[in-house]
């Protein structure tokens, strides 16, 4: 009886992990983009971060508009379709942030020296902590030449986790 006992919380225990597997996105951040750039005409993503959010993954993403207001624009990582778009509260957005940045051991500058020493000749052209792939990361984008990289670095080690090129509105490993 002990015996079932601890293999049921074994298998719930792992269970997320399964989940999270199977929830690998069809579209792409750069889609998840176009498509929150169609909803909110004019504005300009300023981050974009697929996470677990009510119950269900998707891609999440800021958006300002041209009148200065932040849209909070959810896009299904299987379809494409948005799923939602809303005003974002800016005192939530930035006490989001803020905690954030408090469980972060390696700062943003450590970040950036770190992902251009991943990226050699590269110049880092933005830098956010952020939720990525069930995972809290410093996500830098570092462009060499005419080519567009994205490195994932762990905030708590400064471990590169993943060094992407993002082309042609897809991303390579």
Sequence with gaps: MKLKAIIAVAVAMCLPIFAQAQTK????KMQAEKAAMTAVKGG????????????KYIWSLDVKTTDGETKEVWV??????????S?????????????DMKTA?????????IALKAVPGGKVSEAELEHE?????????????????EVWI??????VEKVFTESAGKEQK
């Excluded at 990582?77 to 778009?85: D, E, I, R």
């Excluded at 984008?141 to 080519?147: E, M, Y």
């Excluded at 762990?154 to 471990?159: A, E, L, R, T, V």
């Design 25 to 28: 996105p069809e579209i792409t």
């Design 44 to 55: 300009k993503v300023v981050s974009a971060e697929y996470e677990h959010e009510a119950g």
């Design 105 to 113: 051991k390696i700062t943003q500058a450590q970040a950036e020296k």
């Design 87 to 99: 005003t974002e509260n800016p005192a939530q957005e930035k006490k989001e942030k803020m905690a």
């Design 154 to 159: 762990n905030p708590q080690s400064g471990k």
């Design 76 to 85: 299904d990582p299987m379809t494409g379709k948005v799923a939602k778009a």
């Design 133 to 149: 792939s069930g995972m809290f990361i410093w996500s830098l984008d570092v462009k060499v030449g005419k080519t567009n990289k």
